[in-house]
C-alpha cells in the first residue's frame, strides 16, 4: 500500500517566508527521503534521514522524523521565489530497502 | 561523478503501437534501476526496479515490461499501447544499499492519442 502522504496537498506564501511540509508513513522505515521537482522535470533530491536520526539539516532546509507517530516535517527556511516547486517524501520499507513509495506531494508557491 | 540519461524527452504515440524507453547511467557500477510513472499532478507510482542484470521486479499489473540488458541500461516496453498508458515516465538508480540516495533522470512525456 503506499507508504507517504504529504500534507498540506498546495501552500502559498510570501518570499522569505518559513515553508513547513508533512508526511505521514504507514509502515516501518529504514529511511526517509525528500525530492523537489520543477514543473514538468525530473526529481531532485534533497536530503535523506535514517530511521534512527531525529533531525538533519542541509542549507535552509531541515527535516525532522518522528518514527512514533511515522511522520516527517520538511522546514525551508526564509524562502525564495525560486523554491516554488512541489515537494516529495518518500519511503522505503524496513523488510525492502530496495523498493520506495511516493506521496503526492505538496506544491508550494512562494510570491515574490 | 554520475549522471544518468533518459530518451527521448517527449513521445507522441497512437493507441496499439509499441513503446521503448531507454534509460543508461554512467559513472557508477552495479546501480539498482528503477521506472516510476507520474500521472498529471500526482505522485509517482513505482512500476518496476532491478537489482541486477536480468532482475526485474514488477509492481503493478499492467501492460509494460522491463529489462536489463546492460549492467547500466533498463528499458521499459510495450507491445500495444493503451490510452492510460500516457503521462510522465521517470527513471532512478541509487547504489546497493540500505541508506542511499536515489537519483532521478529527466524523465519522458508519453502522450497515447
Not at chain 1, 500534507?7 to 523537489?36: H, V
Not at chain 2, 522491463?66 to 527513471?91: E, H, N, T, V
Request: aromatic share 10%; with cysteine; hydrophobic share 30%.
Amino acid at each position: 500500500s503506499q507508504q507517504g502522504e504529504e500534507d498540506p496537498q498546495a501552500l502559498s506564501i510570501q518570499e522569505g517566508e518559513n515553508a513547513t511540509m508533512n508526511c505521514s508513513y504507514k509502515t516501518s522505515i529504514n529511511n526517509l527521503q525528500w525530492y523537489r521537482q520543477n514543473s514538468g522535470r525530473g526529481l531532485v533530491h534533497l536530503i535523506l534521514i535514517r530511521s534512527n536520526e531525529r533531525e538533519k539539516h542541509s542549507g535552509r532546509l531541515r527535516v525532522t522524523l518522528d518514527t512514533s507517530k511515522k511522520s516527517s516535517s520538511l522546514l525551508i527556511t526564509a524562502s525564495r521565489a525560486a523554491d516554488t516547486a512541489s515537494y516529495f517524501c518518500a519511503t522505503d520499507q524496513k523488510h525492502n530497502f530496495n523498493k520506495f513509495y511516493f506521496g503526492s506531494g505538496t506544491k508550494l508557491n512562494v510570491k515574490p | 561523478s554520475q549522471t544518468i540519461h533518459q530518451w527521448p524527452a517527449t513521445l507522441v504515440q497512437p493507441v496499439g503501437s509499441p513503446l521503448s524507453l531507454e534509460c543508461t547511467v554512467e559513472g557508477t557500477s552495479n546501480p539498482n534501476l528503477y521506472w516510476y510513472r507520474q500521472a498529471a499532478g500526482r505522485g509517482l507510482q513505482l512500476l518496476f526496479y532491478s537489482v541486477g542484470i536480468g532482475q526485474i521486479s514488477s509492481e503493478v499489473p499492467q501492460n509494460l515490461s522491463a529489462s536489463r540488458p546492460q549492467d547500466r541500461q533498463f528499458i521499459l516496453s510495450s507491445k500495444k499501447l493503451l490510452l492510460s498508458d500516457s503521462g510522465f515516465y521517470l527513471c532512478a538508480w541509487k547504489t546497493s544499499g540500505i541508506s542511499s540516495e536515489q537519483y532521478f533522470g529527466p524523465g519522458t512525456r508519453l502522450t497515447v492519442t
